[in-house]
């Protein structure tokens, strides 16, 4: 199975800060990598696909990336809101078994 | 509104079956591929299995291979989990997750159920 990467496990910050987590990749999956946020006691909410496209409704403070390589991808967060305090994951969707990445607690500062 | 509701989950002992089911809401349950995800409190996700929309092709993780089996009823709106030989590494609350695009499967969950919550003990 492919193995997801995430860094870092977690991270503090203060509203209006700019966030980057990174996720690679144990082997290349093109740019079938999305990312989800998820909040205590609640279902995760997918945020990007396809490495880059915005999900219906995701405010455009979110973004994604990739290296081209189809190994390493970011997520980014500029402008940080109260709301955005939550864990994120990647998913890798290229090859079955789909696996997650181990998560980053994005914490307040 | 697109619903999700998941049901099913016990308490039950190692080796011993369950299954969980999913009955889906506000959507046309028969085009879109559906998926089963896990998660232990305080870790991350993991992917359980999933399945097409109409062929029911179906593919699993790792960990459960061979044990579990995905099925759906598209009459009546209704995605299961089939559990056999249940270990206690299987304790987990099981979400399933609507695909989000319809037709062809993405492996991208657009829409998640509360969850049910599957705990494997002696």
């Known amino acids: 199975a492919i193995q997801m990467t995430q860094s870092p496990s977690s991270l503090s910050a203060s509203v209006g800060d700019k966030v980057t987590i990174t996720c690679r990749a144990s082997?290349?999956?093109?740019?079938?990598l999305g990312w989800y946020q998820q909040k205590p006691g609640k279902a995760p909410k997918l945020l990007i696909y396809?490495?880059?496209?915005?999900h219906d409704g995701v405010p455009s403070r979110f973004s994604g990336s990739g290296s081209g390589s189809g190994t390493d991808f970011t997520l980014t967060i500029t402008n940080l809101q109260p709301e955005d305090f939550a864990t994120y994951y990647c998913?890798?969707?290229?090859?079955?078994?789909?696996?997650f990445g181990g998560g980053t607690k994005v914490e307040i500062k | 509104e697109i619903q999700l509701v998941e049901s099913g989950g016990d308490l039950v002992q190692p080796g011993r079956s369950l299954r969980l089911s999913c009955v889906a809401s506000?959507?046309?349950?028969?085009?879109?591929?559906m998926h089963w995800v896990r998660q232990l409190p305080g870790m991350g996700p993991e992917w359980v299995a999933g399945?097409?929309?109409?062929?029911?092709?179906?593919g699993y993780g790792d960990s459960v291979k061979g044990r579990f089996t995905i099925s759906r009823d598209n009459a009546k709106n209704t995605l299961y989990l089939q559990m056999n030989s249940l270990r206690p590494d299987d304790t987990a609350l099981y979400f399933c997750?609507?695909?989000?695009?319809?037709?062809?499967?993405?492996?991208?969950?657009?829409?998640w159920g509360q969850g049910t919550l599957v705990t494997v003990s002696s």
């Open positions: 997750a609507k695909d989000r695009s319809p037709s062809a499967i993405q492996n991208n969950f657009d829409h």
């Open positions: 506000g959507f046309p349950f028969e085009n879109y591929a």
């Open positions: 399945i097409t929309s109409r062929t029911g092709g179906a």
């Open positions: 082997h290349g999956i093109r740019n079938d």
């Open positions: 396809a490495t880059s496209t915005l």
């Open positions: 998913l890798q969707d290229y090859i079955y078994p789909l696996t």
